[in-house]
């Protein structure tokens, strides 16, 4: 019965290592094998949407990003990638919450706060991996953005349960 229940803990933790796993695959593979420009000039067009995004201009990890440098597809790729950024790591939050609350006996609080510190080790970690990537490149700003989607997740977390809380 006490090696059921063992087994029962650990697999509250797969679906948090599973998905990191995926992450891990993802920061392994060059730009050019992820790069969603061309998949984005074949299907759809988005020249609709220049005149509304021509003239922005802004600079991030030292790069200028704007239609002028990348072109329409490229100035929406980078949105697409960093967006991805927060939501996989948002999921990520959302794992460990459900690992750390079905495993161990400590506060709701505290359960948050390790959710999103283990989420936060991981984005730092990832970056790190990605340093050794080809073609890729570890940048703090992407940590921020990781952080910032583990945060989102771990305030639903709480807002949902709150709002729960009071019925």
């Not at 998949?39 to 609709?48: F, R, S, T, V």
Request: glycine share 8%; hydrophobic share 50%.
């Amino acid at each position: 019965m006490a090696e059921r229940k063992h087994m029962k803990k650990i697999g509250n933790w797969i679906p948090a290592f599973f998905w990191m796993g995926i992450i891990f695959y993802s920061s392994s593979t060059p730009y050019e094998k992820q790069n969603v420009q061309p998949l984005l000039k074949q299907w759809l067009d988005l020249a609709w949407l220049t005149p509304y995004i021509d003239g922005s201009t802004f600079t991030y990890n030292g790069q200028v990003v704007s239609t002028a440098a990348l072109g329409t597809e490229g100035f929406v790729e980078f949105f697409i990638r960093k967006g991805a950024h927060v939501a996989v790591f948002f999921i990520l939050a959302l794992l460990f919450y459900w690992a750390v609350h079905q495993t161990w006996q400590v506060s709701e609080r505290l359960v948050l706060l390790i959710s999103w510190l283990f989420t936060v080790l991981y984005a730092i970690t990832d970056e790190l991996h990605q340093g050794l990537t080809p073609n890729r490149s570890p940048y703090v700003g992407d940590v921020v953005l990781d952080s910032a989607g583990a945060l989102a997740a771990i305030l639903c977390i709480y807002l949902i349960g709150h709002k729960v809380g009071k019925r």
